[in-house]
């Protein structure tokens, strides 16, 4: 008789049969019913004469509690893979007698070793050279001495060669002779470690170093922490600084109002100027610029303090230099008034009276008295026209000037410069040239600051070219703006020269002992004028070429009789 053994659960049979149809008869485990116990039963065939047929002998083992242990063995080997991996975490051990060598999966991430045989060779090879004595000596230690082995070193991951910092723990185990430990790849935390210690030290750098007093205060008003700049600024030492409350030093604020301060201070921050009391009593002021910081469980006020007393000192002589300045502007204002009316009025009798007397109408002249009472004239003249100069640019200067813009054709404009200007060119055999484009029409500007933007230009033409020269007017569209160019056949001027144009009282023609008239605010004026407009002047000129200015003004303001300002 052959005997089979067959291991069984509950609830399951497992029959081995030599081609006859049997079945198992007293089998408790055929109904249904649950073994709690391991023992062994026997199992016959229903039938004993089986005609020639041979017995078997079935045995069958309980093996719930086997199972169990197994089911609850896997489980926590589960939690335990589970933990190490979210942990990062490997486990590793190393039998001593046979030398063999076991790593756990996460143990093999760690380290980049793919599948393969563990040996000690392979371990060695791990981590850098340098670290191979220390930890050599950890694990004799910790073998003969009993001492506990926490060692930190590099490793040159097997798999992708990168260096990685491992911190690993072990034990011994004394009655398997066997070294069981953990590995846990601590790059990250080491990289962040070191980013703060260098953070930490550069702003420790920054505020002991800081051109600026910074002081933290807590709650309560107390100094927290000062830098050395700070204690310097109130004459105190470090040690005695740390002592005080800010009330110790402020002279402004009583107690409460800087407890308030304190306390109603948010990441935002507060400005504020204040006075402080230095230890030898003296008093200086300073600007504080302070904001709510948590340092741990902690609510500070961080406050940077700037001494400001050199500040106040040029606040105050700029503060005495404006309301001297503004004291002038006045007296300016009502020489200007005065100048206006007690200077512009006789001026006017006097002109007046010039020439009624030499168009004869109180009697016939000698040519001694018509020629003093011309230059009579033609001084008063000159003189009313340096004051009228003179008024338009304070008013410029002072933003008083006003345009009154309107529109009007520009062709007719240039007509009545021209009716005033050719007098002056026919006195010097001047050849006077005016071409107006059609196209322009009508523009929109002050109507009597572009008549004197064009008579400026067109007298000084006049004024530097020489007998029997030409000048030239010239009007065009260009774009949504109007061109105007007045050119002559003059000396010119040179590059030496250029930068002196559109200055104020600025001549260029002081090298030829005053040849020609004028008060050096002619071009000053046009170029104001020109720029109120919204536009542009600019001048090409060569010594012995003659002259060109050219300006352009906008034609398609939408403005009617309005004022504007210069800025």
């Given at each position: 008789?052959?005997?089979?053994?067959?291991?069984?659960?509950?609830?399951?049979?497992?029959?081995?049969?030599?081609?006859?149809?049997?079945?198992?008869?007293?089998?408790?485990?055929?109904?249904?019913?649950?073994?709690?116990?391991?023992?062994?039963?026997?199992?016959?065939?229903?039938?004993?004469?089986?005609?020639?047929?041979?017995?078997?002998?079935?045995?069958?083992?309980?093996?719930?509690?086997?199972?169990?242990?197994?089911?609850?063995?896997?489980?926590?080997?589960?939690?335990?893979?589970?933990?190490?991996?979210?942990?990062?975490?490997?486990?590793?051990?190393?039998?001593?007698?046979?030398?063999?060598?076991?790593?756990?999966?996460e143990a093999r991430r760690i380290c980049g070793l793919e599948e393969g045989q563990?040996?000690?060779?392979?371990?060695?090879?791990?981590?850098?050279?340098?670290?191979?004595?220390?930890?050599?000596?950890?694990?004799?230690?910790?073998?003969?001495?009993?001492?506990?082995?926490?060692?930190?070193?590099?490793?040159?991951?097997?798999?992708?060669?990168?260096?990685?910092?491992?911190?690993?723990?072990?034990?011994?185990?004394?009655?398997?002779?066997?070294?069981?430990?953990?590995?846990?790849?601590?790059?990250?935390?080491?990289?962040?470690?070191?980013?703060?210690?260098?953070?930490?030290?550069?702003?420790?750098?920054?505020?002991?170093?800081?051109?600026?007093?910074?002081?933290?205060?807590?709650?309560?008003?107390?100094?927290?922490?000062?830098?050395?700049?700070?204690?310097?600024?109130?004459?105190?030492?470090?040690?005695?600084?740390?002592?005080?409350?800010?009330?110790?030093?402020?002279?402004?604020?009583?107690?409460?109002?800087?407890?308030?301060?304190?306390?109603?201070?948010?990441?935002?921050?507060?400005?504020?100027?204040?006075?402080?009391?230095?230890?030898?009593?003296?008093?200086?002021?300073?600007?504080?610029?302070?904001?709510?910081?948590?340092?741990?469980?902690?609510?500070?006020?961080?406050?940077?303090?700037?001494?400001?007393?050199?500040?106040?000192?040029?606040?105050?002589?700029?503060?005495?230099?404006?309301?001297?300045?503004?004291?002038?502007?006045?007296?300016?204002?009502?020489?200007?008034?005065?100048?206006?009316h007690d200077l512009r009025t006789p001026l006017n009798s006097i002109i007046g009276?010039?020439?009624?007397?030499?168009?004869?109408?109180?009697?016939?002249?000698?040519?001694?008295?018509?020629?003093?009472?011309?230059?009579?004239?033609?001084?008063?003249?000159?003189?009313?026209?340096?004051?009228?100069?003179?008024?338009?640019?304070?008013?410029?200067?002072?933003?008083?000037?006003?345009?009154?813009?309107?529109?009007?054709?520009?062709?007719?404009?240039?007509?009545?410069?021209?009716?005033?200007?050719?007098?002056?060119?026919?006195?010097?055999?001047?050849?006077?040239?005016?071409?107006?484009?059609?196209?322009?029409?009508?523009?929109?500007?002050?109507?009597?600051?572009?008549?004197?933007?064009?008579?400026?230009?067109?007298?000084?033409?006049?004024?530097?070219?020489?007998?029997?020269?030409?000048?030239?007017?010239?009007?065009?569209?260009?774009?949504?703006?109007?061109?105007?160019?007045?050119?002559?056949?003059?000396?010119?001027?040179?590059?030496?020269?250029?930068?002196?144009?559109?200055?104020?009282?600025?001549?260029?023609?002081?090298?030829?002992?005053?040849?020609?008239?004028?008060?050096?605010?002619?071009?000053?004026?046009?170029?104001?004028?020109?720029?109120?407009?919204?536009?542009?002047?600019?001048?090409?000129?060569?010594?012995?070429?003659?002259?060109?200015?050219?300006?352009?003004?906008?034609?398609?303001?939408?403005?009617?009789?309005?004022?504007?300002?210069?800025?």
């Open positions: 008789m052959t005997e089979k053994i067959f291991e069984l659960n509950p609830g399951e049979l497992k029959l081995y049969s030599s081609g006859k149809d049997s079945f198992l008869r007293n089998n408790p485990c055929n109904s249904g019913e649950t073994s709690t116990h391991n023992s062994k039963k026997n199992f016959f065939p229903a039938n004993e004469d089986l005609h020639g047929s041979f017995k078997e002998n079935f045995m069958a083992h309980d093996i719930t509690g086997r199972k169990s242990d197994e089911e609850e063995l896997k489980r926590k080997e589960m939690q335990l893979c589970t933990a190490q991996r979210i942990a990062h975490i490997g486990s590793w051990e190393i039998d001593l007698s046979s030398g063999k060598v076991d790593f756990s999966e563990l040996t000690l060779s392979r371990i060695r090879n791990l981590p850098l050279p340098k670290y191979l004595p220390v930890m050599e000596k950890a694990l004799k230690d910790l073998v003969e001495r009993n001492l506990p082995c926490d060692v930190q070193f590099e490793i040159i991951r097997e798999n992708d060669s990168s260096i990685r910092i491992i911190h690993s723990m072990a034990e011994y185990d004394v009655r398997r002779n066997v070294v069981i430990g953990t590995v846990q790849d601590i790059t990250e935390k080491k990289q962040s470690e070191e980013t703060l210690v260098k953070e930490a030290r550069l702003w420790r750098v920054v505020i002991e170093h800081s051109r600026n007093g910074i002081v933290i205060l807590d709650q309560n008003g107390k100094v927290f922490k000062s830098n050395p700049k700070y204690a310097e600024m109130l004459g105190y030492s470090l040690e005695e600084i740390h002592t005080l409350h800010m009330w110790d030093w402020d002279v402004n604020y009583t107690r409460e109002q800087m407890l308030q301060l304190v306390r109603m201070g948010d990441s935002k921050g507060i400005l504020h100027e204040t006075r402080h009391r230095r230890k030898d009593g003296t008093v200086f002021d300073v600007e504080i610029n302070s904001n709510s910081v948590m340092f741990g469980n902690q609510n500070l006020v961080f406050c940077i303090c700037r001494d400001i007393t050199e500040r106040k000192k040029a606040e105050e002589e700029l503060l005495n230099l404006k309301m001297a300045a503004e004291a002038a502007n006045k007296c300016k204002d009502e020489f200007l008034a005065a100048m206006s009276f010039s020439d009624i007397l030499l168009e004869g109408m109180f009697g016939s002249l000698n040519e001694k008295q018509t020629s003093y009472i011309n230059n009579i004239s033609k001084g008063g003249k000159h003189l009313l026209n340096l004051i009228n100069n003179i008024l338009d640019l304070s008013k410029i200067e002072a933003g008083k000037m006003e345009l009154d813009c309107e529109p009007f054709y520009l062709s007719q404009a240039i007509d009545e410069i021209k009716a005033a200007i050719e007098p002056l060119a026919i006195k010097k055999n001047i050849h006077l040239d005016v071409k107006v484009d059609s196209q322009p029409g009508m523009v929109c500007a002050d109507k009597t600051r572009f008549k004197q933007i064009l008579y400026n230009l067109t007298s000084n033409a006049i004024k530097f070219t020489p007998e029997k020269g030409s000048v030239a007017i010239e009007a065009w569209n260009s774009g949504s703006s109007v061109q105007i160019r007045v050119s002559d056949t003059g000396a010119g001027i040179s590059e030496a020269d250029m930068s002196k144009l559109f200055q104020p009282f600025k001549q260029l023609n002081s090298h030829h002992k005053r040849e020609y008239e004028g008060t050096g605010l002619g071009l000053v004026l046009v170029k104001n004028f020109v720029e109120m407009h919204g536009g542009t002047i600019w001048v090409k000129s060569k010594p012995g070429e003659g002259s060109t200015f050219v300006f352009t003004i906008p034609s398609d303001q939408k403005y009617n009789k309005r004022s504007l300002i210069k800025n």
